[in-house]
């Protein structure tokens, strides 16, 4: 029996590699597909964890000179369980026919111990952020097929003598806009919806908050604004449900599998919780109100503008918000101030419909077309048959 291992380096990239291995079972059934995670403990629709994996602090957010989560990781663990994850991937050598790596070049890096026929799935760097770098560089030319999430950042590997395969940015199949019948149920009653990512990790609770208080001050002033709150998996719902009614929401529970309770103020509901594919909100979503990273992008890439918000917290968050404004160009806002301040950014940009659609346009272009999931799959799938 083949078998193919996925590393991924991220909670967004673990995603992927879920997103790319339900194509390569639907093109190669009786391949085994395992997976080791370098950060956090996802659960898979389509992969089986192996490995030692652990949830850090930062989330996996430690690259370009992030001091201070890189010190909090340290403290948590970071290099036992590199250590330990080192060690298994040398330890499986042999084992697998081909190795994919999603992320960085770091998780690159640790795939090739592996020793298998490598892929790799570039999520993180893009000319329009950050080049490749000459020793990033040496790294890719030793995987087998190469990807990158756009054609610019392909073409400029090209021109230093790689061999690129055509741009694939998996973030676009990942949040095509399904028709799940549920989310009719989410929206009942809301005129205008805002769809809320506040993100997959352990600030995403925090995060919230700060997006109802901006929910607070939208509802407040227009009667017809509602919002789903998408709750990322391996979160919990009812620590944010918790945290809602501490600071003065009426929580209701509701009937609905994937909508796990809703919010009230004075009578109205004004936000439904869902705990089903965050991509399903963004069929009906005006604007996107997001602290997210995939999700964020996912939400450009189907054409929703999004709006986030540059809090006052560390420099290493900031720095990712700049990070995802220069891949996302004007499709992404992101507004400063308090809540009061950001309502009325977002209600700015509510009250300007041609704006929204020079953010939906910019959006698509900058995110690309789909079909990267199953055009990988399909490399993934000839390599195993090389091997």
């Not at 227009?222 to 709750?231: D, E, F, M, T, Y």
């Amino acid at each position: 029996m083949k078998r193919v291992l996925f590393v991924s380096n991220g909670h967004g990239e673990a995603a992927i590699a879920d997103r790319i291995a339900a194509e390569l079972h639907a093109v190669a059934p009786e391949v085994m597909l395992d997976h080791l995670a370098l950060v956090g403990e996802p659960v898979s629709d389509s992969l089986r964890e192996v490995g030692p994996r652990r949830t850090m602090p930062s989330g996996g957010l430690i690259a370009m000179g992030n001091i201070a989560n890189l010190m909090q990781d340290l403290r948590a663990g970071l290099l036992p369980l590199v250590v330990a994850q080192r060690k298994f991937l040398r330890a499986v050598r042999g084992s697998y026919d081909v190795a994919v790596a999603v992320g960085d070049v770091y998780a690159l890096a640790m795939t090739l111990r592996a020793r298998a026929r490598t892929v790799f799935v570039g999520t993180a760097k893009s000319v329009r952020v950050a080049r490749y770098g000459a020793l990033e560089e040496r790294v890719l030319r030793r995987a087998q097929a190469c990807f990158v999430r756009d054609e610019a950042t392909a073409q400029a590997l090209r021109e230093h003598g790689l061999s690129v395969e055509p741009s694939a940015n998996v973030i676009v199949d990942l949040f095509a806009p399904g028709d799940d019948p549920a989310i009719e149920a989410a929206v009942a009653g809301f005129a205008t919806i805002l769809a809320l990512y506040p993100g997959s990790r352990a600030g995403a609770y925090d995060d919230a908050g700060f997006l109802l208080e901006v929910l607070r001050e939208i509802a407040g002033a227009r009667p017809g604004v509602g919002a789903v709150l998408s709750i990322a998996r391996g979160l919990d719902a009812q620590r944010f449900a918790a945290g809602a009614q501490r600071t003065g929401w009426q929580i209701t529970r509701e009937s609905h599998d994937c909508i796990p309770f809703a919010l009230s103020l004075n009578g109205r509901t004004v936000l439904r919780a869902w705990t089903g594919s965050p991509a399903s909100l963004l069929k009906d979503a005006t604007l996107v109100l997001g602290q997210a990273g995939t999700a964020n992008e996912g939400a450009a890439a189907a054409g929703v503008p999004v709006v986030a918000f540059a809090r006052d917290r560390a420099s290493n968050e900031r720095w990712y918000r700049r990070r995802q404004r220069g891949l996302l160009g004007d499709a992404l806002a992101v507004l400063t101030g308090n809540a009061a301040d950001a309502a009325r950014g977002v209600c700015d940009i509510l009250d300007d419909p041609a704006r929204r659609r020079q953010m939906s346009e910019t959006g698509r272009a900058r995110m690309g077309a789909g079909g990267a999931a199953h055009r990988i799959a399909d490399r993934i799938a000839s390599l195993t048959g090389e091997s």
